[in-house]
């Protein structure tokens, strides 16, 4: 719905690109620029609510950084070239060595629409299945473990369950700052109802423990004796519902059976888990006695190397207690990305088909041959994500298109998928962005549209699907991803199939395919939205699958009425046993790394790197150690570590807290090459994964820790972007004006104007300097207005929060020039410190002070700083201040 708020500016209804609680959001649409968002109050999934990155969107949109024309080996050319060079490398490789020698690697983060005709044109056209997605990184463990247990990938529940229940449990999830808004849900559900118990499981003490009874900081990876542990306390405590599990279930003697191999005993799980006893028990009784329970699932369960069963050991346990299809009742699988789960509907997975069919049945293979009129049908899985990538460093796959994701940041063994495109004969990539570490490694660069301009469906983590709209002209040449995917597939000779005129017309084929010989067969059937009209898709609101035609059937929660979409109607309980991460620590490597997401960035940040406000709250890349590690190793707080794996290094800023468990560091994900030294997480990991659905297990990684000798180090704020500086470690930060680069070094340069010299630009004609042998500092001034801000140090540095500030004032006084060269200002009370509250930028020190000045809970802090009041999510961080 667009609606004119006034002569030149309009609001849009559209859905935020981030993550999968899909959010609703108004846009404030002027002179084709987006002004200002706000939450939907009328979306289902956040009833008027925003995180702070979503709130941010508006910062985010500008043309800056953005990739506004097609390129081939980095020369500009027109649209007509581009698809010629991609379609003929596609059908010479094609000819030459057949349909399997050729890939896409697609995103859960391109709309429906797009997916869908990607993966017709790779499964239908070219006759390969050999089309995997970064949801093999994400959701794929989920979806394995959902099609054993349920006969589909289906999430039961919905996020009012959330609200509902009397027991939440959080296994690896940290949606605190994941998926802030459902937190944000579950604390106004738990306010209003104090009774209601949530548990947080995770090795570490993370920003959503805030609201939890209960913490159990598990030892990495062992989630799996967890459960299966629970399965056999329900058994020998009296709490499995008998009749259900006759009724509705399948192989529950088997499941048992394998659960008392290893956890027969509380005892024995606890120490497996390396968990206290009674806490462990605490969970198991409430688990028992307490019918309305929801065990919410993600990272920490998916990204391992037995992700599957870890998934049916939950999945397992609601089944045996019928804590299943009922209002606060379900295991719940929540999404990542936008539309991770629209890319599963598709079928964009390389073991899936389309539909939520595979190619396991004949018959099905035969139904979208069939519907696609396709001359070429995959009969076969093709190879997922790491295969993949293996199978081009091998040779094997010689041309490959990326679309909307970024493999050399963000897959296991990361140096090695750079090599892998390297090697590769011939790489496409459609981004958004002009910069990033993979595009890079492009021979071909497509630019898409990005959020503001494009047109389409997702589906949310609790199967919303939702529009986003297009607002804003198309930056530069782009093309929306679905347009450029048709073109290509028309000039392979595949004019049929791919003749396209709106997503609207794609949408409604996918619609179609879904109900095509379906009568109930399928649960994922969205038959019903098949005959929309231009104008009915393009208003639609949002929609709950199933949606099928012709029924009354209420869609908010599946599994009601105790029928499963497998072949006997009932749910499969899966034998499961429990197994440790395949990587294990040892001499050399003693420590596991974990990863994970911070609160403001969005993965390898591409988009919310740009907004500086968003860099507030922590702007450098960093790990996490635990107090016994850090003392061990004599590292400080804001030390620089080296951070070493059997295959690679990294650096990072040393965080020390007491909620990391000694033994394991944390590192979040979203540093890549464009933004710092040495500090993509993923080049130290080794491609280990799940053996059933190929998932990396991304949160386990053996590695040793050390202090970096640095013999200095330097503050740079310049209005330049640099790349690759000449010292051991820099990190970029932008700024309202400008960049700022932390930088340190283990050689001193011998004369420090030259070094500088030898990165920026900048005039001479007007500077301040000073020299005296442990600091040097430089100020260079442009028409009165600094240009470059340089402070080096052997010893301490100015605040460089502070130092940014100054950087935005576009004039400087005398004594402000003054107080620069000085790094601090003149009345020493002005500096806030490190940003807690992003959306009104209060930092810690000013609520420190007012906490000190009586302000003792959060409302008159509210009432003071309106810290806290927008988005809610720092606030665990001023709570742990409190
Ligand atoms: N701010 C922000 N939000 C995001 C994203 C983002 O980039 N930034 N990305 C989105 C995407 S795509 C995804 S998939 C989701 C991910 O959402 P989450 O899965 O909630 O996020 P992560 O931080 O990856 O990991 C969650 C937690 O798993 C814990 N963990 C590690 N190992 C184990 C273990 O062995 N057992 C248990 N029980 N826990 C463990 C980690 O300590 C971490 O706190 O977030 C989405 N939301
Ligand atoms: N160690 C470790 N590794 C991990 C994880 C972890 O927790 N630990 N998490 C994994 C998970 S769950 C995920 S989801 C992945 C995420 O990893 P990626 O998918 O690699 O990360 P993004 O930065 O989201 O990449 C999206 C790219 O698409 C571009 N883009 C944005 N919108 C569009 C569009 O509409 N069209 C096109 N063509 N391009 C667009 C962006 O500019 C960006 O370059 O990382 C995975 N890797
Ligand atoms: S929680 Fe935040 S990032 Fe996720 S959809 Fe909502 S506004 Fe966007
Ligand atoms: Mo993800």
Request: proline fraction near 5%.
């Amino acid at each position: 719905m667009t609606i004119a708020t006034s002569p030149d500016t309009c609001q849009v209804k559209t859905t935020c690109p981030y993550c999968g609680v899909g959010c609703g959001v108004n846009a404030r649409v002027s002179e084709n620029r987006l002004i200002a968002v706000s939450g939907d109050k009328a979306h289902p999934a956040n009833q008027g609510r925003l995180c702070v990155k979503g709130s941010a969107l508006h910062e985010t949109s500008g043309l800056e950084g953005r990739l506004l024309a097609p390129q081939i080996e980095g020369e500009t050319v027109s649209w007509d070239k581009a698809f010629n060079h991609v379609a003929q490398g596609f059908s010479e490789t094609i000819k030459k060595y057949g349909p399997d020698s050729v890939a896409l690697y697609l995103s859960g983060q391109i709309l429906t629409e797009d997916y869908y005709v990607a993966n017709k044109l790779m499964k239908g056209f070219i006759g390969s299945a050999n089309v995997d997605t970064n949801s093999r990184l994400c959701m794929s463990s989920a979806v394995a473990a959902h099609k054993r247990a349920f006969g589909a990938d289906l999430v039961p529940g919905c996020y009012e369950d959330l609200e509902l229940t009397d027991l939440l449990i959080l296994v690896g999830s940290n949606t605190a700052w994941a998926h802030p808004v459902i937190y944000q849900r579950i604390v106004a559900a738990k306010k209003a109802r104090p009774e209601m118990k949530v548990v947080v499981i995770d090795p570490r003490r993370t920003a959503t423990c805030d609201i939890a009874d209960l913490h159990l900081p598990l030892k990495p990876g062992s989630d799996g004796y967890l459960f299966t542990g629970l399965l056999s306390h329900l058994a020998d405590n009296n709490a499995l519902d008998n009749s259900y599990i006759n009724d509705h279930t399948e192989g529950f003697e088997d499941a048992l059976q394998a659960a008392r191999t290893l956890t027969a005993d509380l005892t024995q799980t606890a120490e497996l888990c390396g968990l206290d006893k009674p806490d462990l028990k605490q969970l198991y009784q409430w688990f028992s006695q307490i019918d309305k329970v929801v065990t919410l699932f993600s990272q920490g369960i998916n990204q391992s190397s037995s992700g599957v069963d870890k998934g049916n050991a939950i999945i397992n346990c609601h089944l045996a207690t019928a804590k299943i299809g009922k209002p606060g009742a379900t295991p719940f699988s929540i999404t990542g990305q936008p539309n991770a789960m629209g890319g599963r509907e598709v079928g964009g997975l390389a073991n899936q088909l389309a539909a939520h069919m595979d190619f396991s049945n004949p018959e099905n293979i035969e139904l979208v041959e069939t519907f696609w009129q396709a001359p070429n049908i995959a009969r076969k899985e093709g190879l997922k994500a790491v295969d993949m990538f293996q199978a081009i460093h091998d040779g094997k796959i010689k041309a490959i298109w990326i679309i909307g994701t970024n493999p050399v940041v963000s897959m296991p063994n990361a140096d090695f998928i750079r090599e892998a495109l390297q090697r590769c004969e011939l790489v496409v990539v459609s981004d958004c962005m002009e910069k990033t570490d993979t595009t890079a490694c492009a021979d071909v660069l497509l630019p898409a549209t990005g959020w503001a301009e494009k047109d389409g469906t997702v589906t949310n983590s609790e199967r919303v699907i939702s529009r986003q709209k297009g607002f804003l002209e198309p930056a530069g040449q782009s093309l929306h991803d679905w347009q450029i995917i048709c073109s290509v597939a028309q000039t392979m000779g595949f004019e049929e199939g791919f003749r396209f005129n709106s997503p609207a017309e794609i949408f409604a084929e996918h619609a179609e395919l879904s109900g095509f010989r379906n009568s109930g067969k399928r649960f994922f059937d969205i038959s019903s939205l098949a005959t929309l009209s231009e104008n009915e898709y393009h208003n639609m609101k949002p929609v709950r699958w199933p949606a099928i035609k012709d029924s009354k059937t209420d869609s908010t929660r599946l599994f009601v009425n105790g029928r499963f979409n497998t072949p006997s109607g009932r749910a499969r309980m899966i034998p499961v046993t429990p197994a440790a991460p395949i990587s294990q620590v040892s001499e050399t490597y003693p420590l596991v790394l974990n990863t994970g997401r911070i609160r403001d960035q969005w993965h390898t940040m591409t988009r919310t790197g740009k907004a500086s406000r968003l860099l507030n709250h922590i702007d450098q890349p960093y790990v996490e150690i635990s107090l016994h590690d850090a003392a061990d190793k004599g590292i400080v707080e804001q030390d620089l570590v080296e951070i070493q794996s059997a295959i690679s290094r990294c650096l990072a800023r040393a965080k020390i807290t007491a909620g990391q468990p000694a033994g394991s560091v944390f590192m979040p994900i979203h540093w890549t090459d464009q933004f710092a030294s040495l500090a993509r997480v993923d080049s130290l990991f080794a491609s280990i994964k799940d053996p059933i659905s190929g998932q990396p297990e991304a949160k386990h990684c053996p590695v040793s820790i050390n202090k970096l000798n640095s013999r200095w180090q330097a503050i740079l704020i310049t209005e330049m972007e640099l790349a690759n500086l000449p010292c051991e470690y820099w990190s970029k930060i932008p700024q309202k004006r400008g960049f700022r680069y932390e930088l340190a070094g283990t050689q001193l340069p011998e004369n420090w104007k030259t070094w500088i010299k030898s990165m920026v630009t900048f005039s001479d004609d007007d500077q301040i300097e000073l020299d005296s042998g442990e600091t040097y500092r430089l100020v260079s001034f442009r028409d009165q207005t600094p240009e470059l801000l340089f402070f080096a140090s052997t010893e301490k540095l100015p605040n460089s929060h502070w130092l940014s500030k100054q950087f935005d004032q576009i004039t400087a006084s005398p004594a402000q020039r003054m107080a620069l060269l000085a790094g601090k200002p003149v009345d020493n009370n002005h500096d806030s410190g490190a940003i807690v509250c992003s959306c009104f930028e209060v930092g810690e020190k000013s609520i420190r002070k007012a906490i000190h000045q009586g302000a003792n809970n959060i409302e008159k802090l509210v009432t003071q700083l309106k810290c806290g009041s927008n988005c809610g999510s720092c606030l665990p961080e001023i709570r742990a201040l409190l």
